[in-house]
């Protein structure tokens, strides 16, 4: 069956496969989990909730350790450029109290994004 949409995020729970073209090009022919996934480029991203006032220390001690920490919600941030595991040994090391530690999967947005970056002007990507 073929389903053309707009709808990035209801096409990642019913497709088996994805076809992205842009002007007559084909960017991408991929089954859904490839290009969520390494196939697209995705770099792991995990949120981490800690005590406010760690917040300062976690980013530091996070930075330190090769990761980009982007400033969430409450007292969460966004890792990237670290493995879950990385950070959670990292912020056990440091005797942070961890209130989440959550590795967020890449999305079928965050892959057309990708694909899409240099002709959409501030594209960015979420995950």
Do not use: F, K, N, W
């Not at 053309?4 to 088996?16: F, M, N």
């Not at 920490?69 to 990385?86: D, E, M, R």
């Amino acid at each position: 069956m073929l389903v053309s949409s707009h709808l990035i995020h209801e096409l990642q729970s019913i497709a088996d496969r994805i076809v992205v073209l842009d002007r007559r090009r084909v960017l991408a022919d991929a089954d859904t989990a490839t290009l969520c996934g390494a196939g697209a480029g995705a770099v792991d991203t995990v949120r981490v909730r800690v005590q406010p006032d760690q917040l300062e220390e976690l980013g530091t001690v996070l930075r330190r350790a090769g990761g980009s920490v982007v400033p969430q919600s409450g007292s969460a941030v966004a890792v990237t450029g670290l493995a879950a595991t990385a950070v959670g040994e990292l912020v056990a090391a440091h005797a942070l109290t961890v209130y989440e530690l959550t590795p967020l999967a890449p999305t079928l947005e965050d892959a057309y994004l990708r694909l899409v970056a240099d002709d959409l002007p501030g594209a960015t990507c979420t995950a």
